[in-house]
């Protein structure tokens, strides 16, 4: 008993001292403990998960909904957090009941580690069903983080991004779908920004960007048969509103090419 209140302890003060270090806002000590909801969030959800994890009814489920009233922050009380937890800000963050959580790893405002919506709920009771963040992980404003996944070693997701396979360590992902940017080396801390498709590339399908890609190659095709016309009238009011059409396009793309205004300034 009293070597578990000593670990319980010490795990409190390691939660005070990881605002302090990834806070620039932190003045002190005093301050930290008084003011900040992320750290009361997380010393309120350590007791509701040490009495979840005795089987203790009900009470686990009523100290995480006073902790959200309080705090903004919702944490299942059956989530896993390890030491070192930092939560900024922290309004909106919620963490499901089968999440589970590394070393010093942070969450800023608005970040979801969720599920699938799914019509077969029952199915999902007592299953794996929501992210795990390996130590250092760092997850920025309103990311989501969705399904039984996992995100590896020091990665950071991206403000905004939707996450929904696995993220290797040592890299970034940002984007709706989130994908892979940059990889780290962890031994010299080297980063490389990834250009192309990798096979750690976190993808998924983007109907509307297929759909504008059609229409850019669609463009670029009647352009093509266009300007081997007589050049009438017609003919040449046609090419104009192409090539309008075919600039727009480029520009929702990404895609520029000789004619196109892309990139002017």
């Known amino acids: 008993m009293g070597r578990n209140l000593r670990r319980f302890l010490r795990t409190l003060r390691e939660d005070v001292q990881a605002v302090i270090d990834r806070d620039p806002a932190a003045r002190s000590r005093v301050e930290v403990v008084l003011t900040t909801p992320g750290l009361h969030a997380i010393w309120m959800h350590r007791v509701a998960h040490a009495l979840f994890s005795n089987r203790v009814p009900i009470l686990p489920r009523l100290v995480s909904h006073v902790a959200r009233f309080l705090t903004g922050i919702e944490i299942h009380p059956?989530?896993?957090i390890g030491r070192g937890f930092f939560i900024d800000h922290g309004m909106g963050v919620v963490i499901g009941e089968t999440a589970e959580i590394g070393n010093n790893v942070t969450l800023y405002q608005g970040v979801t580690?969720?599920?699938y919506h799914t019509s077969n709920v029952t199915q999902l009771r007592g299953t794996k069903r929501h992210p795990t963040l390996r130590d250092g992980v760092?997850?920025?404003?309103?990311?989501?983080?969705l399904g039984a996944i996992t995100v590896g070693e020091h990665a950071i997701v991206g403000a905004g991004s939707v996450v929904t396979k696995d993220v290797p360590p040592h890299t970034t992902v940002v984007g709706v779908p989130g994908r892979v940017v940059v990889e780290r080396d962890p031994t010299t801390g080297l980063a490389r920004r990834v250009d192309r498709a990798s096979p750690w590339s976190v993808d998924l399908p983007d109907p509307v960007l297929e759909v504008i890609r059609c229409l850019h190659e669609k463009v670029l095709e009647?352009?093509?048969?266009?300007s081997v016309l007589d050049g009438g009238a017609d003919s040449k009011e046609l090419v104009r509103e192409i090539g309008d059409l075919r600039d727009q396009v480029s520009r929702l793309?990404?895609?520029s090419d000789g004619s196109s205004e892309v990139g002017r300034s």
């Open 253 to 255: 793309v990404g895609i």
């Open 113 to 115: 580690l969720g599920i």
């Open 78 to 80: 059956g989530a896993r």
């Open 222 to 226: 009647l352009d093509a048969r266009i």
């Open 138 to 145: 760092t997850v920025t404003v309103g990311a989501k983080i």
